[in-house]
């Protein structure tokens, strides 16, 4: 079935760059999306990509596509100790009849002041 | 509303009790989702409804839970005989179907706590 892991630690200096990576299992996700999530506090979208792209830039995020090897990463450029959260990765596969959202176990940003 | 909200934020019952979770999705959003989010792990998909029917109910876990959106916008999760493991954060999204991007928006969550 389809699964999205994600290492769960991640811990960078305040002005560092962050990377964030996360890989899948299904090769029709046509959607894949980052979210962020605070303590106590709701999922927040950050960004998202459609599988036909390689790379999407938004401000300080940048999100990385590779499909041939099934792996999605976000970087964060200048971090600031406020990115301090968990990131979940997502995929959905609208084709498939069902829009659901498959998430990764999420990954733990520290940031270091 | 602005965003999607959730009622109640916290939710403590005994164990074998009944619960009603309710969401309200942005207005117009023709989608609404339910997740469900363990301690440490990512949400799982429960159910989404297009409209007012359940379109994919294939995570509900078992058939103690239930959920409705009898008016095609509010809806309530179900949950009967509540057991301790049913303790989790419950997520509810909504979106807008047909649109390119298909985003979901996410509201705050209820905590449920079965003692």
Redesign the interface.
């Known amino acids: 079935g389809e699964d999205v892991e994600q290492s769960l630690f991640l811990s960078v200096r305040e002005g560092d760059s962050s990377v964030i990576n996360c890989t899948y299992t299904d090769s029709s996700s046509t959607y894949l999306y980052w979210y962020k999530q605070e303590p106590g506090a709701g999922l927040q979208l950050l960004t998202y990509i459609f599988s036909n792209m390689d790379m999407k830039q938004d401000q300080r995020l940048t999100v990385l596509l590779n499909k041939k090897d099934k792996h999605l990463s976000l970087r964060i450029a200048d971090t600031q100790t406020g990115d301090s959260a968990i990131y979940f990765c997502a995929e959905s596969n609208p084709t498939s009849g069902t829009y659901k959202y498959i998430f990764g176990t999420g990954t733990r940003l520290k940031v270091l002041a | 509303g602005a965003g999607?909200s959730q009622t109640p934020s916290n939710k403590v019952t005994e164990k074998g009790k009944y619960v009603e979770l309710r969401c309200d999705p942005i207005s117009g959003h023709t989608?609404l989702?339910w997740?469900r989010q363990s301690l440490?792990?990512?949400?799982?998909?429960l159910i989404?409804f297009q409209g007012t029917g359940a379109?994919?109910d294939?995570?509900l876990p078992n058939d103690r839970f239930f959920a409705v959106r009898p008016e095609g916008s509010v809806s309530t999760l179900k949950i009967q005989r509540t057991e301790r493991g049913d303790s989790a954060v419950y997520?509810c999204?909504s979106?807008q179907?047909g649109t390119s991007?298909?985003?979901?928006?996410?509201?705050?969550?209820t905590r449920l706590t079965v003692l």
């Open positions: 999607v989608a989702y997740y440490g792990q990512g949400p799982e998909f989404y379109a994919d294939s995570g997520l999204a979106s179907l991007t298909d985003t979901q928006y996410f509201g705050p969550g």
